[in-house]
């Protein structure tokens, strides 16, 4: 894997993913005011963030889901010269969505991909038609 493929990972994964972002960010803010801030009231917020944070995190695997979609979708443009095939990512996001909430990363991964390539308009039309996330892609 080259050193430009590694960095793209990262960035979908680590900044691409927006709950991964969150997370992130709750993560420093809290790490910062733990270390920073004495007292009963900012020592308890700032544990309770590092928690929450550490469950965003670890729940969506640091944005590992998102990476692996993203990836896919890429392959699947490339295979079908340079076009998003409606059926499949219909078959996606049956595949991963579930309820209104979950399903949030994978969908964002197969947005990424669809934007690189300039793709969106499969991706919208195939999303409208199954998909109930509440979650905007962007």
Known sequence: MSLKETVEDLYVSLVGNRVNTLGLAMFA???YTFCN???TLPT???ILG???SGGFLSFNKFGEGTKNYYRRTLQEIDDNNGTLPLEWVQEKIKKVEFGNVLGYCQLQGMYLAAKKRNQLNSFYSAKKAVSNNIFPNF
């Open 44 to 46: 308890m917020f700032s």
């Open 29 to 31: 803010g809290s790490g």
């Open 50 to 52: 590092i928690v929450v």
């Open 37 to 39: 801030y004495y007292g």
